[in-house]
């Protein structure tokens, strides 16, 4: 485990297509675990699901059982973020839903820094203490405010397309919201409404989706991330939901990606 001297938050969002898959059985469980980390606080944001209820239900159990300490839904602070943030809902042009629930995590969010998980990405199986190392390197510098594993194993893309290299990371542009670690109080700011040509190459159908603005926000103000060159994670998209498909995927696969290494390469 990590020595955890600076408060960290781990977060992870789900929506009504993945709920099931993280909330069931011990999946985030082993999410959590793959960490290697004493989190101050293990928190999930539930957005965009059909039956409130039910997912608050399995919720609860997450945090009776220790896994979780608290959970919470996305429309009941959405406005107030907007607001916080200076951001117009319409301003999205399609990426509202894609993008909300990060926003409400980090206004949440009460620790020093913050442990962001898409709901289908995981670490691989390691001992490397990434997040310790990555919070020296913030300490140190204002100008990196953004770190991240590896994205499937692609360490030489990740080398390739960096500006240089401290320690065990790789030092460039560039942000996703698989997974990234941040210290709240850089993104705690009214960042959110910036605009760079190089951002353009995120996905159309997202619109002015939530990782497009910050990367925008960094490119704008010469703000770098590290990018890990021992660890990766891993994203895999969850099937949709289909039931001869969700029967099998909850027997058999979604037990194998957490014990087995996936080759990209």
């Given at each position: 485990?990590?020595?955890n001297k600076s408060n960290v938050t781990f977060e992870i969002k789900v929506y009504e297509n993945d709920w099931e898959y993280i909330l069931k059985g011990n999946y985030l469980d082993k999410i959590i675990e793959r960490c290697n980390y004493q989190f101050t606080n293990r928190i999930l944001l539930i957005n965009n699901v059909t039956n409130v209820e039910k997912v608050k239900k399995y919720a609860e159990k997450k945090v009776l059982n220790g896994v979780l300490d608290a959970y919470f839904l996305v429309e009941d602070y959405a406005n107030e973020v907007l607001n916080y943030f200076g951001i117009q809902k319409d301003s999205f042009a399609g990426g509202y839903y894609y993008s909300i629930s990060e926003l409400v995590s980090i206004y949440l969010c009460k620790t020093e820094f913050l442990l962001h998980f898409s709901s289908d990405s995981f670490l691989e199986d390691s001992n490397v203490n990434w997040i310790d190392s990555a919070i020296k390197i913030f300490n140190e510098r204002d100008d990196i405010v953004v770190a991240n594993p590896a994205w499937n194993f692609?360490?030489?893309y990740a080398k390739k397309s960096s500006i240089s290299e401290i320690d065990d990371f790789y030092i460039g542009y560039g942000f996703s919201d698989q997974c990234f670690l941040i210290k709240c109080i850089d993104f705690k700011k009214p960042i959110y409404n910036e605009y760079h040509i190089d951002s353009e190459r995120y996905p159309k159908y997202g619109g002015e989706l939530f990782e497009k603005r910050v990367d925008s926000f960094m490119r704008n103000y010469n703000k770098l991330r590290i990018t890990s060159k021992k660890v990766s994670y891993i994203h895999i998209n969850?099937?949709?939901?289909?039931?001869?498909?969700?029967k099998i995927y909850f027997k058999y696969f979604i037990n194998r990606r957490l014990k087995k290494k996936i080759n990209f390469k």
């Open positions: 485990m990590g020595n692609a360490y030489e969850f099937p949709k939901k289909i039931n001869f498909l969700k």
